[in-house]
T-cell receptor
Framework: DAGITQSPRHKVTETGTPVTLRCHQT?????MYWYRQDPGHGLRLIHY???????DKGEVSDGYSVSRSKTEDFLLTLESATSSQTSVYFC?????????????????FGAGSRLTVL | AQTVTQSQPEMSVQEAETVTLSCTYD???????LFWYKQPPSRQMILVIR??????QNATENRFSVNFQKAAKSFSLKISDSQLGDAAMYFC????????????FGDGTTLTVKP
């Protein structure tokens, strides 16, 4: 594997509670992404990071926040979980983007974190 | 914004036969990358093949090949000599060469391989 781990892998929580998912990489890649996967929707981008303390919103960012204080860690926080946030969350990393070499453009994914909000 | 459409929610193929999965996309960009990812029941996302838009030659990886039609914005995946292990959900993905390289995924095609 490419050295990307997500934790926890499974979590059940109740509506209104805060939840933090962690993505940890050992590849020293600059770019990190959080996606959610729901039936019939493929993968949708929540937030991404292009460096330490540099983050931006994706297409479904409402209700989520992120932080990246170190190159290797990218945290996704649900401040107050809702049932609509029940999903599988994937972290992905990338060395770069653009014409920097085709290998650098590849997204490498973590194993996913299944979150159930009751 | 880019969109990726996979018009076949489900496909099936007989073992050892060939199957083609369809993908179309919409973009105003001229430089980008396209990918096919495989997601088996284990849920792990695995890169199958990639194509640089500035290259006219279609990418191939062993039994997997693509038919990239840039003008038609079409990017289909052909799997030859299908194997039971090919059964999975397949996602087509577009990656921009601008905007921090954000990727857009299709909704996926579930491939069943019949023995």
């Amino acid at each position: 594997d490419a050295g990307i781990t997500q934790s926890p892998r499974h979590k059940v929580t109740e509506t209104g509670t805060p939840v933090t998912l962690r993505c940890h990489q050992t590849e020293n890649h600059r770019y990190m992404y959080w996606y959610r996967q729901d039936p019939g929707h493929g993968l949708r981008l929540i937030h991404y990071s292009y460096g330490v303390k540099d983050t931006d919103k994706g297409e479904v960012s409402d209700g989520y926040s992120v932080s990246r204080s170190k190159t290797e860690d990218f945290l996704l926080t649900l401040e107050s979980a809702t049932s609509s946030q029940t999903s599988v969350y994937f972290c992905a990393i990338s060395e770069g983007w653009g014409r920097v070499g085709s290998g650098a453009n590849v997204l490498t994914f973590g194993a996913g974190s299944r979150l159930t909000v009751l | 914004a880019q969109t990726v459409t996979q018009s076949q929610p489900e496909m099936s193929v007989q073992e050892a036969e060939t199957v083609t999965l369809s993908c179309t996309y919409d973009t105003s960009e001229s430089d980008y990358y396209l990918f096919w990812y495989k997601q088996p029941p284990s849920r792990q996302m695995i890169l199958v093949i990639r194509q640089e838009a500035y290259k006219q030659q279609n990418a191939t990886e062993n039994r997997f090949s693509v038919n990239f039609q840039k003008a038609a914005k079409s990017f289909s995946l052909k799997i030859s000599d299908s194997q039971l292990g090919d059964a999975a959900m397949y996602f087509c993905a577009y990656r921009s060469n601008t905007n921090a390289g954000k990727s857009t995924f299709g909704d996926g095609t579930t491939l069943t391989v019949k023995p």
